[in-house]
């Protein structure tokens, strides 16, 4: 019960959500069936994947999902095994499974990755004074903010960044419900702690640590 009134917004959201979607497939006189077999399929596929993608703003989340599902129910119009066919295809892409680097056993550039700077520079000074320093100031954050997050911000810098963990086993690992946002919140905060760090405490060292929190 507490965790549930702890997150009352999200299941309002969700729960609006799924309103709107109901009477979008009304107005379209959709039967209920018909709408049933649609978001089975849709949303079966996606929580099997275990690594849906969601947006940080409510309103684009909530745009985007009206609009792929009210096209799935006009497709229901056409015909049902299209629609069916059409909502495991969606579901597969937008988990991010239907990326076809995949195929190739293609990995992401480093260059490309959003906290490349923190993996580099916890690589390069593994086991130094430097490193120490800066997880020692994190986890002072940790302590300060943790139950604003409600996340071990340190262990999660420990997973990312020098285990290299993936979103679906850092979750098991911290025992976090399925929501991404929790993730990349605490990856925020943490990188910003040591673009803070880099700025005020290594000024001087303008070849080794500045290039590498300014290298884009």
Avoid at 80 to 106: H, T
Avoid at 123 to 130: A, E, L
Avoid at 169 to 180: H, W
Avoid at 192 to 204: L, Q, V, W
Wanted: proline share 0%.
């Amino acid at each position: 019960m507490k965790e549930l009134l702890r997150n009352w917004k999200s299941l309002l959201f969700n729960v609006t959500e799924l309103v709107l979607i109901l009477l979008s497939g009304y107005f379209l006189k959709i039967t209920t069936k018909e709408m049933i077999i649609v978001l089975f399929s849709f949303c079966g596929v996606r929580m099997a994947t275990k690594s849906a993608m969601h947006y940080k703003s409510w309103k684009k989340c909530l745009c985007w999902t009206l609009l792929l599902i009210t096209s799935l129910f006009l497709l229901v119009k056409v015909n049902v095994l299209m629609a069916i066919c059409m909502a495991v295809f969606s579901a597969i892409i937008i988990s991010g499974k239907g990326d076809i680097k995949d195929c190739f056993m293609y990995r992401k550039s480093e260059d490309e990755q959003k906290y490349r700077e923190l993996k580099r520079y916890v690589r390069k000074n593994k086991n130094t004074k430097q490193l120490e320093e800066f997880e020692n100031i994190l986890k002072t954050v940790d302590y300060k903010y943790r139950d604003r997050y409600k996340i071990d911000l340190y262990k999660m810098y420990i997973c990312v960044f020098h285990v290299n963990m993936s979103f679906e086993k850092i979750k098991v690992e911290m025992n976090l419900r399925n929501d991404n946002h929790i993730i990349t919140n605490a990856l925020d905060l943490i990188f910003i702690s040591f673009n803070t760090y880099i700025e005020t405490t290594h000024n001087g060292e303008k070849e080794d640590l500045e290039g590498l929190a300014q290298m884009s």
